[in-house]
Structures are given as structure tokens and as C-alpha cells.
């Protein structure tokens, strides 16, 4: 009996047998129950060859055969070559010469993809977790809070549409409609029949602040069928020339259209939702945005956050070398709710530098033409492992930044976020350079 983790293999070694010592090119699509289809080149082999190998994978992948007719088919047999063999989706098999995967999934695919942007048009950031409860929401809203004391105009967005909070930890009052009411106009291409102004409301939070904080909740208070929007959000829309616009692009419009404004924002704040979905994928690697990555130093956290590693070494925004534009420069660790200890940090430390050794380069495996492979150091503070530390205060958990009357004092605030503000406000804006993403370390 053949499971699912063991089914490319199977396919790749039936494959191979079949090829003896000839080479050619594999493509395999992987369909959403699972099932395989190998494409090979036309002259891969001979006619009673091609009988042969179909017969066999089909055999051998038993529930994982999409059938002896569809397990393997030549590239003309494909009704558009560029669906398959040109597909955005289309990655490399590791440790396979010259294989490659295309996985058709309901979702999640953006975290495998090209990155739309490499540089967003604006100074943008995500906070981004595994698990919930880690306090990314109140760190977004406290970095929103200290850029405005540096005189920015921050927007904080809300994209938790399964769980939103940040609206009500910066807002009393909510706009008309809220980023839910955007996506799904957009989804039919009409954006513009919600007007952005009607879905933003200022955060009294930067009230004696230089600067300004603008919030764009996940909901307004004249949204309805709120749960029926957010079931379509993440569903790809077509354009009237059949273009398919996914979840990142228009997420990717939406910060255009900010940056177009008469008076654009300085800096845009993303407060993600946690686990592995699709706004997650598409905030993390498809907006150039530094993407802050939360987790508490416990072991379920780890597993999940390697889980999560692993597939993105397969991504297309990866390379060996980490050249400039590579999506791991936009990625840092968020020490979550740590203990103001050296022994926490050194904890953390490890176990972070551990998970991590799933995305960074190996340099065992340094082509022998290729880029040198990047490597970090485990106390290198400057590498993608090491943490800005967000420290535990009991007492901010639950806090409403909105209500002068509860609303911490600065310095309250900044002993447990300080850290980690002035670091996310030097990746964002870093001196001299108001381009986003600029601030970013290079360990060349």
C-alpha cells in the first residue's frame, strides 16, 4: 500500500527503471486528492516503452493513480504546455536531476511562488505566527503607536479576518467598512465601488503623537454577511481580459492604491493571521514586505515553524547563495513574551538557530560553478534565526491602546517592546534611505 509521503518517490524510481541509463526531463502534477500524473518529453521513449511505464506506475501508485490513461502522458499530450510545463507552481524536486513538481492545491500556494514584489511600493511590514497568543497584534499596535511618536503617518490593516482584533485594540469607533468589504469588491473587479476613506478611522492612540495612525479594520460597522465574504476572500477572481488576480494581487493593488493617495502613509503595518493559509503566504512572500515572525520558545511551536521552513526551501524566492533580492533577507524572528534572562535568550537562540537549518543554505552541497553558500553563525544577530526580543509584561496582555483611560503609559510600553521596535523601525526606515525593506542586514 502506497501513502501519500511515499508516492513521488515510488513514481521517480519506477521512472528512472524504465529510462535505464537515458535521461529526460520530469514533470510531475500532483492533483488535490493527491494523485500523480508524470509528463516526460515526447522522445523520452519508444511507443511500447511508454505502454510499459504506464502500466507499471499505475500498478505501483495504486490510489495515487489518476488512472493508466492520465499517470503518464507525453508533452503534446498536455491541452496547454504552458499550464504545466510554465506554471508558477512548477518547482524543483529535491535531490532529483532535472524533476520538477507541480502541486495543485486549494490553497497555500503562495508560499511556494515567485514573489510578485521584491520591493513594495511602500515602506510595508507583516507580523506573522505559527500559533495565536504570542501578542503580534499588540506588537503591531505598539509599533504603529512609536512610529507616530516619530512623526510618521502609520496604517495599521488588519488581514486576521478569522480572528480579527487589531480594530478594537486601536479603535473605539469603527469606520463605515473594513479591508473584508474591499477584497470581495475587488474579487469581481470593482475595488473602487468601496472607497478606501470609507474604510479606514484614525486611532486616537497618536493623539499627542507628531504623527498619525490610520487603521483599516478587517470589518466597518455597516459590513454585513460578514462570514460569507471572508468564505470568498481567498478565492482567485478573473479580470475582464482573464487574467486571474489571487488573493496577493490584490492585496498587492491594495498597497499601490494606499501609496497613490494625495497624502500616502509613511509606513503600512500588517497584522497577519496565525497558522499556515493563505493570507498568511501571500503578506510573508509575495509583497516585499519584512516579514516579522513570531513564536514563543516552546517545542510545539518549533515543529510547526520547521514544518513551515522545509517547504519554503522549495520556494521560487529562494536561491543558494541568498542573493540580495532572496526572500530570506525579509525574514526575522520575533523572540515572543521572553523572559528578561541570558538563559531565555540562549534558549531561544538554539532552538531557533536548530529549526532554521531547514531553509538555510547547506554548504555541503556548494555547486561546484555556483554561489557560495550563505552561512550564519548561531549568535549572529544580523541572520534571519536570530530574535528581536518582545519581553513578557503580564500586564499589557488584553491592552486597549484605543482608551486614553487604559492605555499604558509610553514607558511601560517600550520596556517590554523596545528592542524590537527600534529594529523593525530601522529594517522599515532605515537612515538615509526611506525605501522599505533597505534596512535589512547583508552578511555578504
Known amino acids: 500500500?502506497?501513502?501519500?509521503?511515499?508516492?513521488?518517490?515510488?513514481?521517480?524510481?519506477?521512472?528512472?527503471?524504465?529510462?535505464?541509463?537515458?535521461?529526460?526531463?520530469?514533470?510531475?502534477?500532483?492533483?488535490?486528492?493527491?494523485?500523480?500524473?508524470?509528463?516526460?518529453?515526447?522522445?523520452?521513449?519508444?511507443?511500447?516503452?511508454?505502454?510499459?511505464?504506464?502500466?507499471?506506475?499505475?500498478?505501483?501508485?495504486?490510489?495515487?493513480?489518476?488512472?493508466?490513461?492520465?499517470?503518464?502522458?507525453?508533452?503534446?499530450?498536455?491541452?496547454?504546455?504552458?499550464?504545466?510545463?510554465?506554471?508558477?507552481?512548477?518547482?524543483?524536486?529535491?535531490?532529483?536531476?532535472?524533476?520538477?513538481?507541480v502541486d495543485r492545491l486549494l490553497t497555500n500556494q503562495d508560499w511556494l511562488r515567485k514573489p510578485r514584489l521584491v520591493r513594495s511600493p511602500l515602506p510595508l511590514a507583516v507580523a506573522f505566527s505559527l500559533k495565536g497568543g504570542v501578542g503580534r497584534s499588540t506588537a503591531v499596535a505598539a509599533l504603529a503607536w512609536h512610529l507616530a511618536r516619530q512623526g510618521k503617518k502609520v496604517l495599521a490593516i488588519d488581514l486576521d479576518l478569522e480572528a480579527p482584533g487589531l480594530g478594537s485594540l486601536l479603535l473605539d469607533e469603527l469606520p463605515d467598512y473594513g479591508l473584508v468589504d474591499w477584497l470581495v469588491e475587488a474579487l469581481v473587479d470593482q475595488p473602487d465601488s468601496v472607497p478606501l476613506q470609507d474604510c479606514l478611522a484614525r486611532s486616537a492612540v497618536a493623539k499627542d503623537s507628531a504623527g498619525t495612525v490610520q487603521v483599516m479594520p478587517a470589518f466597518g460597522s455597516r459590513t454585513r454577511d460578514y462570514v460569507a465574504k471572508v468564505g470568498r476572500v481567498f478565492f482567485p477572481g478573473l479580470l475582464p481580459d482573464g487574467t486571474?488576480?489571487?488573493?496577493?494581487?490584490?492585496?498587492?493593488?491594495?498597497?499601490?492604491?494606499?501609496?497613490?493617495?494625495?497624502?500616502?502613509?509613511?509606513?503600512?503595518?500588517?497584522?497577519?493571521?496565525?497558522?499556515?493559509?493563505?493570507?498568511?503566504?501571500?503578506?510573508?512572500?509575495?509583497?516585499?514586505?519584512?516579514?516579522?515572525?513570531?513564536?514563543?520558545?516552546?517545542?510545539?511551536?518549533?515543529?510547526?515553524?520547521?514544518?513551515?521552513?522545509?517547504?519554503?526551501?522549495?520556494?521560487?524566492?529562494?536561491?543558494?547563495?541568498?542573493?540580495?533580492?532572496?526572500?530570506?533577507?525579509?525574514?526575522?524572528?520575533?523572540?515572543?513574551?521572553?523572559?528578561?534572562?541570558?538563559?531565555?535568550?540562549?534558549?531561544?537562540?538554539?532552538?531557533?538557530?536548530?529549526?532554521?537549518?531547514?531553509?538555510?543554505?547547506?554548504?555541503?552541497?556548494?555547486?561546484?560553478?555556483?554561489?557560495?553558500a550563505q552561512i550564519f553563525a548561531r549568535d549572529d544577530f544580523t541572520a534571519p534565526h536570530y530574535p528581536l526580543p518582545v519581553y513578557f509584561d503580564g500586564g499589557l496582555r488584553g491592552v486597549a491602546l484605543a482608551d486614553s483611560a487604559e492605555r499604558p503609559p509610553w514607558p511601560v510600553v517600550e520596556a517590554a517592546f523596545g528592542a524590537f521596535l527600534a529594529a523593525a523601525t530601522a529594517r522599515l526606515l532605515p537612515e538615509g534611505d526611506g525605501g522599505p525593506g533597505a534596512g535589512t542586514v547583508r552578511t555578504r
Open 1 to 101: 500500500m502506497v501513502r501519500f509521503d511515499e508516492a513521488l518517490d515510488v513514481a521517480l524510481e519506477a521512472i528512472r527503471a524504465q529510462l535505464g541509463g537515458r535521461t529526460s526531463s520530469i514533470t510531475f502534477v500532483r492533483d488535490v486528492a493527491g494523485q500523480l500524473t508524470a509528463v516526460l518529453p515526447d522522445d523520452a521513449l519508444e511507443g511500447a516503452d511508454w505502454e510499459a511505464l504506464g502500466q507499471s506506475l499505475d500498478e505501483k501508485l495504486g490510489p495515487y493513480s489518476p488512472g493508466p490513461q492520465r499517470v503518464l502522458l507525453r508533452e503534446s499530450d498536455l491541452i496547454s504546455k504552458e499550464d504545466v510545463l510554465e506554471s508558477p507552481d512548477r518547482v524543483f524536486v529535491p535531490d532529483a536531476e532535472d524533476t520538477w513538481l
Open 244 to 372: 486571474e488576480q489571487g488573493l496577493a494581487e490584490r492585496l498587492a493593488t491594495l498597497v499601490r492604491l494606499f501609496g497613490e493617495q494625495a497624502e500616502p502613509p509613511d509606513v503600512v503595518l500588517l497584522d497577519a493571521r496565525a497558522g499556515l493559509q493563505d493570507i498568511g503566504a501571500a503578506a510573508v512572500t509575495q509583497l516585499g514586505a519584512e516579514a516579522f515572525l513570531f513564536a514563543r520558545d516552546e517545542p510545539q511551536g518549533w515543529h510547526a515553524y520547521r514544518l513551515l521552513l522545509e517547504h519554503l526551501a522549495k520556494s521560487k524566492g529562494v536561491a543558494y547563495g541568498m542573493a540580495d533580492e532572496d526572500l530570506r533577507w525579509r525574514l526575522k524572528m520575533v523572540a515572543a513574551q521572553m523572559d528578561k534572562t541570558e538563559g531565555a535568550l540562549a534558549s531561544w537562540v538554539e532552538a531557533s538557530y536548530d529549526t532554521w537549518s531547514a531553509l538555510y543554505d547547506d554548504e555541503s552541497k556548494t555547486p561546484g560553478d555556483g554561489p557560495s
